[in-house]
């Protein structure tokens, strides 16, 4: 589908959805925390997008706007078509709704992504430190992480 | 806070019979961090039921290096001396998806010579990614001979390379704007002795590995990873054909000069292990063929199109980039604030997605075949921790 | 002491004919045990100096040519550092294991840890005992070798299986089991296809079976079934030296290194060293059953042959047909991937026990029936 016409469409379908226009390289749209595991389902399922693969997810530290931007890549193994998702939390009390059902891989980035910046995600079978131990502090890629090991250039 | 963390001290064993007709205790293992079936510093955590498998929980972080950290306060060259370090075995198609969205985000023109020469690299190293991990699931199956006829046919790739870029692993080769420097002069002669050396060796894989009756034995049917499943743990490349999907970004979205070969896209059927196996020895072949096609045409012109001293401040926004590795789809998302290091540097590696899938396929079947399963993933372990 | 230093002469001069009949170091002692005890005790401690020379030459040789085999095979060299062609390699490797630390794991079972790579060796040993070498080299001809050679063969798997057990360790647990299970059934087989031989010869001496080949070995004196039977030993006997494709009780790229996981310096030596001594005996077995032992290759009628053959000494045939066995061995792990448990039992006892059966039924009716190449009367 045409990037137009997908956005369009998806719009339709998911009110939410505002469409982001500035600084991407691809359609993409941004969603209210809220509404993610329904508007997930939706891409995922809907035969005009069929979003069969979650290519990568991954967070943005906007500590100047006080928010973790949340980014998921979506892409249609039937059509061949990308999307990115963007939801923003608030960086006090990081918490979004797991999508792991939805897509399965979403499970371990989400885990990554609760490892190292600390987003806690609700109704995750599994929310676990991934690649850090358990009793590590804090979340390395916060960009206010400090800990006493770090190298960093001033 | 409403949302429960948990710990590996949560993992509990089920009571005795639970998963079996016969009351026999389960019990966990530890596979690695320090295992020779798992190529590095991957610690699998197995539930065992006698030799069966009953659950796979990888442990990760052992390798950590924290490369997106780093990514975050290095330019935006440096970022390639990192993505080496990823998947070592791809570390010039690493280079090369950095290089691809920077250039995209900065607005950076190339030349058709650094193009083809860039796509002749990528395939030489998948020919040299594909010859080690022929070797190594020999060994993992038990047979070491093979393991030691695909470092020799590596070998030669790796001279290749060496007499261009200077290194044998981490290339560091593709950079921004171009390549790091020109290939030699004998380059072309020797990548053409190396198709023709390497032929008759994929036959001699064939004869050696894959007619034999304990390896089919040991991979057909075995570890079956259904179409769906493939795509919803994200697998790529050589997974996720063998499970018959088409994918192959270097067909779907050519990139370098890939729209003007003629190649075929290796698709498994079953999606077990054998299909695994025989989609890297046919994606084998189809590479010799692209080299082949590509190297005898490389067009004249400059090898970097942008002067090194030049910082690359690529404006502000989001851009996502991604090709295929020797392993699948290397995705490289960077966020720039306009400045001339990203704001968050992030790579969406193959290994990471591929693994998971093996908490899954592995279930059920026996140590053995868990050791034979992860190879036909082929997983390299900096590249899933990064 | 004349009988003693004549046949010493005649040992380190070079015998190259059947100076004496066949009769083993034990009995020579136990004749000259009532009028000269001292001789008796020289017998036996010559028996077990050459023994232990035997032992350690075999041992070293058996490792360096499993080197240098599995580095031909492998487009390599194998050692070429230490002597010339890295001959002196195993010399420098086993007194680097000699000076290792020897790690006993905190919470092993410390009795049984170091009991049991000397129940290894010691079952190799003791089968090492009656192999008849050359016709005046046997330490014991024990009556009943074939059950006696299985009979010890056992201990061996009880040293694996103890190794496993007392190292306190899970993959070491696991590869004891898998060796315990897997010797176990493959002796059956192995047995199965020695009582075929022993049906032919009439005897379970090893002695006696040599020479009942004096006429022709009995892989082909009984064609179909000695044919059948020795190819079953041969892969019976691979799986119970744990070798590839069976190697799965070691199984380095599943369990580490199985039982031996937790072994370092003398005491994985001595597991080593028993399995290539016990890849000795088996191919030694092997070629005295089927082959002949030290028997030359005779073709009836043909007079000037057999005097070319005869002139050979019994114990180049012996050597040649054993390292020829041992070759096949080490061809078949440097060339095969390994089974897997389920499909290594499978193997046996789908496979190789039915046909060993069927085999000795079959074996038995030739006999009755007289259907063999029954040796031409001289």
């Known amino acids: 589908m045409e990037k137009a016409a997908l956005l369009e469409t998806i719009t339709a379908l998911i009110p939410n959805a505002k469409v982001i226009e500035e600084g991407v390289d691809r359609p993409a749209i941004e969603l209210p925390p809220a509404h993610l595991p329904e508007a997930a389902k939706l891409l995922h399922d809907t035969d005009d997008f069929a979003f069969d693969m979650l290519c990568a997810h991954t967070a943005i530290d906007r500590i100047d706007d006080g928010k973790f931007e949340l980014i998921y890549q979506l892409y249609s193994t039937k059509f061949h078509h990308y999307l990115m998702l963007s939801v923003k939390v608030d960086r006090e009390h990081p918490v979004v709704p797991s999508v792991s059902s939805v897509w399965r891989i979403a499970q371990w980035h989400e885990r990554e992504v609760y490892d190292l910046f600390g987003v806690l995600y609700d109704n995750h079978p599994d929310l676990r430190r991934l690649f850090l131990e358990d009793d590590w502090q804090g979340h390395p890629l916060r960009k206010d992480y400090r800990d006493d090991f770090m190298l960093t250039m001033e | 806070m409403s949302v429960k963390v948990k710990t590996l001290d949560d993992l509990t064993l089920p009571p005795p019979g639970a998963d079996s007709p016969l009351s026999?205790?389960?019990?966990?293992?530890?596979m690695g961090p320090q295992h020779p079936a798992t190529h590095g510093v991957l610690r699998l955590l197995l539930r065992l039921d006698g030799e069966n498998v009953r659950e796979v929980i990888p442990v990760l972080g052992y390798i950590h290096r924290g490369i997106e950290k780093i990514g975050e306060n290095s330019s935006y060259r440096q970022t390639i001396h990192l993505v080496d370090r990823l998947d070592y075995l791809s570390a010039l198609m690493n280079n090369w998806v950095v290089s691809m969205v920077v250039e995209r985000a900065a607005g950076i023109e190339t030349n058709d010579r650094i193009e083809y020469i860039r796509t002749i690299m990528a395939e030489l190293q998948r020919l040299q990614s594909h010859t080690l991990w022929w070797g190594v699931i020999g060994m993992d199956l038990g047979a070491f001979t093979p393991?030691?006829?695909?470092?020799?046919?590596?070998?030669?790739?790796?001279?290749?390379?060496?007499?261009?870029?200077?290194?044998?692993?981490?290339?560091?080769?593709?950079?921004?704007?171009?390549?790091?420097?020109?290939?030699?002069?004998?380059?072309?002669?020797?990548?053409?002795?190396?198709?023709?050396?390497?032929?008759?060796?994929?036959?001699?894989?064939?004869?050696?590995?894959?007619?034999?009756?304990?390896?089919?034995?040991?991979?057909?049917?075995?570890?079956?990873?259904?179409?769906?499943?493939?795509?919803?743990?994200?697998?790529?490349?050589?997974?996720?054909?063998?499970?018959?999907?088409?994918?192959?970004?270097?067909?779907?979205?050519?990139?370098?000069?890939?729209?003007?070969v003629e190649f075929d896209v290796a698709v498994g059927q079953a999606g077990d292990s054998w299909d695994r196996y025989i989609v890297r020895v046919m994606e084998m072949r189809e590479s010799v063929k692209i080299i082949e096609q590509l190297i005898d045409n490389i067009p004249e012109g400059?090898?970097?199109?942008?002067?090194?001293?030049?910082?690359?401040?690529?404006?502000?926004?989001?851009?996502?980039?991604?090709?295929?590795?020797?392993?699948?789809?290397?995705?490289?998302?960077?966020?720039?604030?306009?400045?001339?290091?990203?704001?968050?540097?992030?790579?969406?590696?193959?290994?990471?997605?591929?693994?998971?899938?093996?908490?899954?396929?592995?279930?059920?079947?026996?140590?053995?075949?868990?050791?034979?399963?992860?190879?036909?993933?082929?997983?390299?372990?900096?590249?899933?921790?990064? | 002491m004349t009988a003693f230093s004549s046949f010493l002469f005649n040992y380190l001069n070079g015998v190259t004919a059947n100076v004496y009949e066949p009769v083993s170091v034990a009995t020579r002692a136990a004749e000259v045990w009532a009028h000269e005890p001292w001789l008796a005790i020289g017998w036996l401690a010559l028996g077990m100096a050459v023994m232990l020379g035997f032992l350690v030459v075999i041992g070293m040789g058996l490792i360096y040519g499993e080197r240098k085999?599995?580095?031909?095979?492998?487009?390599?060299?194998?050692?070429?550092?230490?002597?010339?062609?890295?001959?002196?390699?195993?010399?420098?490797?086993?007194?680097?294991?000699?000076?290792?630390?020897?790690?006993?794991?905190?919470?092993?079972?410390?009795?049984?840890?170091?009991?049991?790579?000397?129940?290894?060796?010691?079952?190799?040993?003791?089968?090492?005992?009656?192999?008849?070498?050359t016709p005046w080299f046997q330490l014991i001809d024990v009556n009943i070798g074939v059950i006696?050679?299985?009979?010890?063969?056992?201990?061996?798997?009880?040293g694996v299986l103890i190794g496993g057990w007392s190292s306190n360790n899970k993959w070491s647990l696991l590869g004891a089991m898998r060796a315990g299970a897997q010797i176990i059934s493959y002796e059956v087989s192995a047995t199965l296809a020695l009582l075929i031989i022993v049906l032919f010869a009439g005897s379970l001496q090893l002695s006696t079976i040599v020479e009942s080949q004096a006429d022709g070995w009995w892989i082909w004196r009984s064609h179909l079934a000695g044919i059948v039977a020795f190819f079953t030993f041969l892969i019976?006997?691979?799986?119970?030296?744990?070798?590839?494709?069976?190697?799965?009780?070691?199984?380095?790229?599943?369990?580490?290194?199985?039982f031996h996981t937790e072994y370092s310096g003398m005491r994985f030596a001595f597991f080593f060293l028993a399995e290539f001594i016990n890849m000795f005996v088996a191919s030694a077995i092997a070629a005295t059953l089927f082959l002949g032992g030290w028997m030359p290759f005779q073709i009836a009628g043909l007079d000037g042959f057999n005097a070319v053959m005869q002139a050979i000494p019994p114990g180049v045939w012996f050597a040649v047909k054993t390292g020829g066995l041992i070759f096949l061995l080490m061809w078949f792990r440097w060339t095969f991937p390994r089974l897997r448990i389920d499909q290594l039992m499978g193997l046996e006892w789908k496979f190789l026990l039915p046909v060993g059966f069927v085999n000795l039924l079959f074996a038995a009716v030739l006999i009755l029936m007289g259907w063999y190449f029954a040796p031409i009367p001289a």
């Open chain 2, 147 to 260: 393991f030691l006829y695909g470092f020799r046919d590596r070998e030669y790739a790796t001279d290749i390379f060496e007499e261009t870029i200077g290194a044998r692993l981490t290339m560091n080769y593709i950079q921004p704007g171009g390549l790091m420097n020109d290939i030699h002069p004998n380059f072309v002669k020797r990548t053409k002795e190396f198709l023709e050396y390497l032929k008759p060796k994929i036959d001699e894989y064939d004869e050696l590995v894959s007619g034999n009756a304990i390896i089919q034995k040991r991979l057909v049917n075995i570890g079956i990873l259904s179409a769906e499943d493939a795509i919803s743990f994200g697998t790529t490349g050589p997974v996720l054909r063998a499970s018959g999907v088409p994918y192959d970004l270097r067909k779907i979205e050519p990139y370098g000069v890939y729209g003007k």
């Open chain 3, 148 to 158: 006696y050679v299985t009979a010890v063969g056992s201990i061996g798997v009880l």
């Open chain 2, 24 to 30: 026999t205790q389960e019990y966990f293992i530890n």
């Open chain 3, 236 to 258: 019976a006997s691979t799986a119970e030296l744990n070798r590839t494709p069976f190697d799965l009780p070691e199984g380095e790229s599943e369990l580490t290194a199985g």
């Open chain 3, 69 to 133: 085999i599995a580095g031909h095979f492998q487009c390599r060299l194998g050692p070429m550092r230490v002597g010339w062609h890295g001959l002196l390699q195993v010399i420098a490797d086993t007194l680097k294991l000699l000076v290792k630390e020897d790690v006993v794991p905190a919470k092993a079972d410390k009795v049984l840890h170091v009991l049991a790579p000397v129940l290894a060796i010691m079952a190799t040993l003791l089968a090492l005992a009656i192999v008849p070498a």
């Open chain 2, 302 to 386: 400059d090898y970097m199109t942008v002067k090194v001293a030049k910082a690359i401040k690529p404006p502000e926004g989001r851009y996502y980039g991604h090709l295929e590795t020797a392993r699948g789809v290397i995705g490289c998302f960077i966020v720039s604030d306009g400045k001339d290091k990203p704001y968050r540097f992030h790579l969406r590696t193959p290994n990471f997605n591929n693994l998971w899938c093996l908490t899954k396929i592995a279930k059920g079947w026996k140590i053995a075949d868990l050791v034979a399963i992860a190879s036909s993933l082929d997983i390299v372990i900096p590249d899933i921790d990064r």
